[in-house]
């Protein structure tokens, strides 16, 4: 096997009572010394895999392997595991210092080590004299380091982090998602990252994996989720876009809005339908005449770095424009774009 | 102004059911069993036949407030792991709606030498015992009587206790039970300290039960109390030991004081 995967479930479901499963049938690997995370609304199991690798759950059905060895049964106790909680979960009875020398005092580690690695785990965190306070006189922002601390002073393969930046104000939260990347690269070590936003995932992540339902979507880097989404729920929450329907004409060629478009899909039936999503990015405002599609601006939002227009073409279909020109309310313009712009998705079920 | 008005109704409890018998028992204690102003009963209270009840008086309170919390803790604790908690805990409190004597009396009948205790030991062979009476059945009919006192604050600090700080031990290679001793308890201190107040401070000044359960074997300043004011008439004396209960009373309340956590250490 490859010894470079540290962690794998094998076809794992968990569920609750007689609910429906919370995890439904998941399989994946992932390996040592990269950055996962996990995307996905809220509800749809990313907690629940954060547990299961840390062993506060159990899975009802498959199994779960630590480099090759089956994990199932073994406690969280016993794990090569720590984890940065989503409300970080420090103690309010132990200072800095002992939250983060907890795991240490544990391993029955000599008083002189403790001191050493503690001190250094702060530092690693810009938490350095510290030491000393209690848990409620520090910020969100410092509690979140204090956590981050405690967690990778006691050296674990994989280190899980659960929301950790939800909490925190805008400007902090980009700054952490710097200072994170930025360990994980020194630490070396796996991360498995939670979160609900993905253009914290999109910055942050080697890999992505998509969650719904209990059922992983898609996974890939950043890039390949945010340019080649495998299905309409992807490619809607990874960012804004215009999602239509469309029939697949031929190899190369997609019908939608009642005109037929040179694309770069293949491999579909003949006269499939489709999902077809283009990135607002990837439309260029132009004349009527020059223009593949006709829009009427619908409205105008002015976004900072670009305008953001929302247009209709004749059939009612919605298409979210972001261009730096401008262009009137009511006027009729033309859409141009790529054959490459083009992303034809199989059409997921039940929609 | 409004503000003062609505606190006299409060300002006037407090005086007429809390200053005034305390000052008034203070009052008492200063007369002799004649009616003379003295501070013979002071002097009384240090010879070694009180001083051995006061000291009976704490050990059984101790042993009393022991067994409750060794029992308590872990009800609280499974309590709070149940299903139907609260109504567990309704059933847990019931029994404190009922009368004290009634629930002595049926002690009585339970532990008498024709009771239904003894009727099961009968059966299974180990014959009659002697329950009344004895320093254990006063113990366990105390601990029966007092152990809602001691569940209830335990238990309400065990359901505050936030889940993930347990995970977060348990993430850091502690066992259940280093969890437990470095995290559940000192967590949940504050609650066993309330409990203890709770139970402590009533059975240093149980009398009826004494009476009753233990057939005067026990004699606690509870005791002496009442027998000072119902039977030898020394009203004095009694006030004396219940100005030292109080004493006593308040120093536990002060030592075992609510301290919270964020108050700097
Ligand atoms: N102990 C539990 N009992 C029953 N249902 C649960 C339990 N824990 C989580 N769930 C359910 O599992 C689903 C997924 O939860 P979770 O993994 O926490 O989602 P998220 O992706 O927001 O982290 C939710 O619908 C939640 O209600
Ligand atoms: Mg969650």
Redesign the pocket.
Known sequence: MDDRVIIRFNHVTKQ?DN?LP?LDDVSFEMERGKFYTLL?P???????ILRLIAGFIEPTKGDIYFHGKRMNNVPANKRQVNTVFQDYALFPHLNVFENVAFGLRIKKIGKEDIERKVKEALRFVNLEGYEQRAIHEMSGGQRQRVAIARAIVNEPDVLLLDEPLSALDLKLRTEMQYELRELQRRLGITFIFVTHDQEEALAMSDEIFVLNKGKIEQRGTPKDIYDEPVNRFVADFIGESNIITGTMIDDFVVEFANQQFACIDRGFAKNERVDIVIRPEDLELTTVERGKLRVRVDSVLFRGVHYELCCYDTYGNEWLVHSTKKADIGEEIGLHFEPEAIHVMKRSGGE | MRRYAYAIPYWLWIGLFVVAPIILIIYYSFFDIEGHFSLVNYETFFTPVYLRMTVNSFWYAFLITACSLLIAYPTAYLLTKTKHKQLWLLLIILPTWVNLLLKAYAFLGLFGTYGAVNALFEAIGIGTKQLLFTDFSFVFVSVYIFIPFMILPIFNALEKLNPSLIDAARDLGASEWTTFRRVIFPLTLDGVKAGCQAVFIPSLSLFMLTRLIAGNRVITLGTAVEQHFLVTQNWGMGATIAVFLMIAMASIMALTGNKKWGVRQ
């Open positions: 609750y609910d919370v996905g809220s509800g749809c199991g990313k907690t629940t």
